[in-house]
């Protein structure tokens, strides 16, 4: 599968702008992460940011959200997909599916999904909303500040070190990566 085919599959089961700019979001982060860890598939981790959370108007993961993951798995493989890889990196982002992080890739993203959206809430507190004004000291600053964007799972942003890279990385990367597209993310 080539990006536009995971494109044209994400657009078919996904509505919800938000939740697009957020899947574009971590495909930007998991493409610069794979320039570091991955670079000859860097098109495949960003496949993997791209489609981590098909499911997610699908399914009624709020109740149970062990679905969360493995219902992405089966709209893929109703597609026609068969790929135990993409699978288990799209599960493994979310720990309640069953599929424990173990390799890079499944590192990566579970990661750069948090940190996507935690990037984006430290640019929402300034005065322009633009990710450009945003610089990784003020990064680290809210990520110690434990009620800011409290839902952003700090355990699991700081799991990209399984994968060699520091959180300070993961930083960057998500900066770099989110700036590039930041008028597609409205950022």
């Given at each position: 599968?080539?990006?536009?085919?995971?494109?044209?599959?994400?657009?078919?089961?996904?509505?919800?702008?938000?939740?697009?700019?957020?899947?574009?979001?971590?495909?930007?982060?998991?493409?610069?992460?794979?320039?570091?860890?991955a670079p000859k598939d860097v098109e495949y981790w960003g496949i993997v940011g791209l489609l981590?959370?098909?499911?997610?108007?699908?399914?009624?993961?709020?109740?149970?959200?062990?679905?969360?993951?493995?219902?992405?798995?089966?709209?893929?493989?109703?597609?026609?997909?068969?790929?135990?890889?993409?699978?288990?990196?799209?599960?493994?982002?979310?720990?309640?599916?069953?599929?424990?992080?173990?390799?890079?890739?499944?590192?990566?993203?579970?990661?750069?999904?948090?940190?996507?959206?935690?990037?984006?809430?430290?640019?929402?507190?300034?005065?322009?909303?633009?990710?450009?004004?945003?610089?990784?000291?003020?990064?680290?600053?809210?990520?110690?500040?434990?009620?800011?964007?409290?839902?952003?799972?700090?355990?699991?942003m700081e799991s990209i070190e399984f994968t060699g890279l520091s959180l300070d990385d993961l930083?960057?990367?998500?900066?770099?990566?989110?700036?590039?597209?930041?008028?597609?993310?409205?950022?």
């Amino acid at each position: 599968m080539n990006r536009e085919q995971a494109h044209d599959i994400l657009m078919r089961y996904m509505k919800g702008e938000n939740y697009i700019t957020h899947s574009y979001a971590v495909e930007a982060i998991m493409k610069g992460l794979a320039k570091r860890l991955a670079p000859k598939d860097v098109e495949y981790w960003g496949i993997v940011g791209l489609l981590h959370d098909l499911d997610e108007e699908q399914c009624d993961w709020q109740h149970n959200m062990a679905v969360h993951g493995p219902t992405s798995v089966e709209i893929l493989k109703k597609e026609g997909i068969e790929d135990k890889t993409l699978f288990d990196a799209i599960c493994a982002h979310n720990p309640k599916s069953g599929v424990k992080a173990k390799t890079p890739l499944q590192y990566a993203v579970l990661a750069a999904d948090p940190m996507s959206g935690f990037v984006k809430a430290v640019a929402q507190i300034y005065p322009d909303k633009k990710i450009a004004s945003v610089k990784h000291k003020s990064v680290m600053k809210r990520f110690n500040e434990l009620r800011f964007a409290s839902g952003a799972n700090r355990d699991y942003m700081e799991s990209i070190e399984f994968t060699g890279l520091s959180l300070d990385d993961l930083i960057d990367v998500a900066l770099e990566e989110m700036g590039a597209i930041a008028d597609v993310l409205g950022l």
